[in-house]
């Protein structure tokens, strides 16, 4: 598949078939994360895959501390105590919920059940945690979200969906104590893996903003 083509068909996908994901493509798929470009080479990411019996238990796992409702938040923030959101974000950011809303809706889910399926990784078969040594530096998370991108796409070209998500690292604990994330490593992101199914939910298309209103040229 051309490049362009699987930059404007890639969309993320939030409800998966149980077929597992053969190794083959999960390997081709991570091959292409850590071909991505990385401050220095360092290449900072390190990609922990999660499937099988290590999935259903991490699931049970989220369910119950979600049912303690102790969630210690998010360690990556994707806001900032010191500035304000930018308006225009949050505007974006709300109309990707009421889309995805409705959406839900079409398919027969209730919003509270659309947030819950996060914790499940609506029902994808297999999990990547993606994790950074916090030595690199905040700033070098900006590589692995290229390996991130590399990765999300080649799965597109194979035929597969994928979901990239912070939500579940609301209960990083869980996380850190069942792979061994120490605290020395920032949990960066979780991708949700596998087969579409062809449910209303994955026909959902986000939007963008127009390019003039975000670039510019000089001269
Ligand atoms: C860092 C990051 C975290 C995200 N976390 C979640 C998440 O927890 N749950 C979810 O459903 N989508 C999550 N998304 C997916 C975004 O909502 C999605 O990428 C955005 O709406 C654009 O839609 P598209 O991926 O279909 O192009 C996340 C995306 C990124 C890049």
Same mark, same amino acid.
């Given at each position: 598949?051309?490049?362009?083509?699987?930059?404007?068909?890639?969309?993320?996908?939030?409800?998966?078939?149980?077929?597992?994901? =053969?190794?083959?493509?999960?390997?081709?798929? %991570?091959? /292409?994360? $850590?071909?991505?470009?990385?401050?220095?080479?360092?290449?900072?990411?390190?990609?922990?895959? $999660?499937?099988?019996?290590?999935?259903?238990?991490?699931?049970?796992?989220?369910?119950?501390?979600?049912?303690?409702?102790?969630? =210690?938040?998010?360690?990556?923030?994707?806001?900032?105590? /010191?500035?304000?959101? =930018?308006?225009?974000? &949050?505007?974006?950011?709300?109309?990707? !919920?009421?889309?995805?809303?409705?959406?839900?809706?079409?398919?027969? $889910?209730?919003?509270?059940?659309?947030?819950?399926? &996060?914790?499940?990784?609506?029902?994808?078969?297999?999990?990547? %945690?993606?994790? !950074?040594?916090?030595?690199?530096?905040?700033?070098?998370?900006?590589?692995?979200?290229?390996?991130?991108?590399?990765?999300?796409?080649?799965?597109?070209?194979?035929?597969?969906?994928?979901?990239? +998500? +912070?939500? =579940?690292?609301?209960?990083?604990?869980?996380?850190?104590?069942?792979?061994?994330?120490?605290?020395?490593?920032? %949990?960066?992101?979780?991708?949700? %893996?596998?087969?579409?199914?062809?449910?209303?939910?994955?026909?959902?298309?986000?939007?963008?903003?127009?390019?003039?209103?975000?670039?510019?040229?000089?001269?």
């Amino acid at each position: 598949m051309e490049v362009k083509a699987a930059i404007r068909g890639r969309r993320s996908i939030r409800d998966f078939r149980p077929e597992p994901v =053969p190794r083959e493509l999960l390997e081709t798929i %991570l091959q /292409a994360a $850590i071909h991505a470009p990385s401050n220095s080479n360092r290449q900072p990411w390190e990609y922990l895959v $999660i499937t099988g019996a290590r999935l259903e238990e991490l699931k049970s796992a989220l369910a119950q501390a979600m049912k303690q409702g102790v969630s =210690p938040g998010r360690e990556l923030k994707t806001w900032d105590e /010191a500035w304000p959101m =930018p308006a225009e974000g &949050n505007r974006r950011a709300g109309e990707l !919920m009421a889309g995805l809303v409705e959406s839900a809706g079409k398919a027969g $889910i209730k919003p509270a059940e659309f947030v819950s399926g &996060n914790f499940r990784f609506f029902n994808a078969p297999c999990v990547i %945690l993606v994790l !950074m040594d916090k030595g690199y530096g905040y700033g070098a998370l900006v590589s692995v979200g290229a390996g991130i991108e590399n990765l999300l796409l080649c799965a597109y070209d194979l035929g597969l969906g994928s979901c990239w +998500m +912070m939500m =579940p690292l609301q209960y990083g604990e869980v996380f850190r104590r069942r792979f061994g994330a120490p605290e020395s490593s920032y %949990l960066v992101s979780v991708i949700a %893996l596998g087969y579409p199914t062809d449910s209303e939910i994955n026909r959902f298309k986000s939007s963008r903003d127009s390019l003039e209103k975000v670039a510019k040229y000089y001269p």
